[in-house]
């Protein structure tokens, strides 16, 4: 049985019941302790009041997990930042809508974390899911896309291309032609640099990221709609590398979404993206992230 006190960092609690019904499931019981806010709260589970413990008595206090409720739309690196100064164990810190995720258990996700994981991708897609899983970004390919060749180039000779500092190329329309955004090279590489506005806020970025790069567990993902492609991707040599596709293939890098799937999205970079969002996630995330293993969780 697990020690748990609440910490409501706001009072979106929509993942806070079937948080609490997961963890009690897998740790044969859970012991709500306490609830913490920057205001006092009422709460009351099995029609018990949960005692309010005001912050700055938290450490004081004696728990395994500090769960935080209503963070998801916040981003934990903020949590994370105001668990610092309030001096509470990061290491014990847990968002409610992570334990949600299919295939979570605490001893994955603390693996996970202490993994210190580097996703290399294509485009946004690290970002989205470093943020569905309030990682830190331990790779500068966050915000920005790479052609697939480019991207392929780049894999093909990491250390090299990461030697090279970003020169400003260009500006450049997204599709809609609305939102202008500076390009940049390394060596023979273009980045497409969407989310930023200049190229100065973006090389710093970029710097500061490739610092953090693990290169001792790199995971490696794009997508594509060309078999071709895919052949060269599952040619490169990395451990864990996935390049998701809407065909079927023999390739072990090779994972299927069937485009059927999700008709809100015409175009199959959207479904892409939505697995890094976990709208739906298609295969278990975990088993992804920690080893680069195929587990599908719906039927294709």
């Known amino acids: 049985m697990k020690k748990v006190l609440l910490w409501f960092f706001s009072y979106d609690g929509k993942f806070l019941n079937s948080a609490a019904e997961i963890l009690e499931r897998q740790h044969n019981g859970l012991e709500v302790i306490g609830v913490t806010a920057s205001v006092p709260i009422s709460l009351q589970r099995y029609g018990k009041n949960v005692s309010f413990i005001p912050l700055d008595k938290v450490t004081a206090i004696e728990f395994d997990i500090l769960l935080v409720v ?3 739309n916040i981003g934990m690196s903020k949590v994370t930042k105001v668990a610092g100064q309030l001096k509470f164990p990061e290491e014990k810190l847990l968002g409610d809508w992570i334990v949600c995720i299919p295939g979570f258990t605490l001893e994955k996700y603390r693996k996970l974390q202490r993994s210190r994981l580097s996703i ?3 485009n946004c897609f690290g970002g989205f899911i470093s ?3 309030a990682l830190p970004f331990r790779s500068p390919f966050v915000n920005l ?3 697939d060749e480019d991207f392929i180039k780049f894999l093909r000779a990491p250390h090299v291309y990461m030697e090279e500092k970003p020169a400003y190329q260009c500006q450049k329309l997204d599709s809609t032609g609305t939102i202008e955004f500076p390009v940049a090279s390394i060596g023979n590489i273009s980045l497409n640099m969407l989310h930023y506005k200049i190229f100065e806020e973006a090389f710093e970025v970029w710097e500061r990221r490739k610092s953090r790069i693990n290169w001792y567990n790199l995971f490696v993902v ?10 060269e991707f599952d040619s490169l040599p990395y451990g864990k590398k996935i390049c998701f596709v809407p065909f079927k293939s023999d390739l072990d890098s090779a994972w299927y979404i069937n485009p059927e799937i999700n008709k ?4 199959f970079v959207d479904k892409f993206n939505d697995f890094a969002k976990g709208i739906p996630f298609y295969y278990d995330p975990f088993d992804m992230l920690l080893y680069g293993k195929k587990t599908p969780l719906i039927e294709m």
């Open 264 to 267: 809100n999205w015409s175009r």
């Open 145 to 147: 896309y790479l052609n």
């Open 131 to 133: 943020n569905t899983f």
């Open 70 to 72: 209503g963070a998801k």
């Open 222 to 231: 794009m997508w594509t709609e060309n078999a071709e492609i895919a052949q």
């Open 120 to 122: 290399f991708s294509v």
